[in-house]
């Protein structure tokens, strides 16, 4: 018996949790931009200077978007494999290169309602890559200050988990299969026997049928050399 559970791994971008988009009821030429991408400014701070001889009809312009960087999400994308798995409101864990070790809690708050062409491309080579994606939102919700806007981040969805259940080495089972044959070993003869699969995670697959507790299953000889 044993814990399994089921994670989905996907890769994404920081972003804040809120925008706003600047804009200017008269247009005319900007004289100076006061702030540049990615500077923090405060509230009443002048961010553009106008050339007001060039100022004329009153008239929406957008200039930019300030982001809330308080409170940051991260855009990320799965595999359209895994859609079936997610759900609002599942634990997800974001890891970022510049934070070794470290894990930044968070959940799903938003779920796309379409798969599409990938925006982030994964760094594995074994990932097929013009596999389509599905973009989903996930709010950091501790620790999400250190994280800066525009870093590219992994996320880890957990969206299953069974704290006792019958498992066997994933090794043993044929990927994606439903039922395996086993040798069960028994006072005799190991006995081969059908059972059914459920769950796996990295190493484990979860044993619904056919084992029960306790029960010990011979391993095939590694083939020699």
Not at 82 to 92: E, F, I, P, T
Not at 198 to 213: I, K, N, T, W
């Amino acid at each position: 018996m044993g814990a399994i559970r089921q994670i989905v791994i996907a890769i994404g971008r920081v972003e804040p949790m809120t925008e706003v988009t600047v804009a200017n009821k008269i247009p005319g030429g900007i004289k100076a931009e006061l702030v540049k991408e990615g500077d923090l400014v405060k509230i009443g701070q002048p961010i553009i200077r106008f050339d007001e001889a060039e100022l004329t009809a009153r008239v929406s312009v957008p200039l930019m978007v300030l982001g809330d960087v308080a409170k940051v999400i991260v855009k990320a994308e799965v595999d359209e494999t895994d859609v079936g798995k997610l759900a609002l409101g599942q634990a997800a864990g974001v890891t970022a290169d510049a934070y070794p070790g470290r894990v930044f809690p968070g959940k799903i708050i938003e779920i796309g309602q379409s798969v599409g062409k990938r925006k982030v491309k994964p760094e594995d080579p074994a990932k097929i890559q013009d596999m389509k994606g599905l973009e989903m939102k996930i709010e950091v919700t501790e620790g999400g200050a250190d994280l800066k806007v525009g870093m590219t981040v992994d996320v880890r969805i957990l969206t299953l988990y069974k704290e006792r259940a019958v498992v066997i080495p994933k090794r043993l089972v044929p990927p994606g299969a439903t039922e395996a044959m086993l040798r069960v070993a028994g006072s005799g003869p190991p006995e081969p026997r059908l059972v059914k699969l459920g769950l796996r995670d990295d190493a484990r697959v979860e044993v619904l049928a056919g084992l029960r507790e306790g029960e010990q299953v011979v391993v095939p000889a590694a083939p020699s050399r």
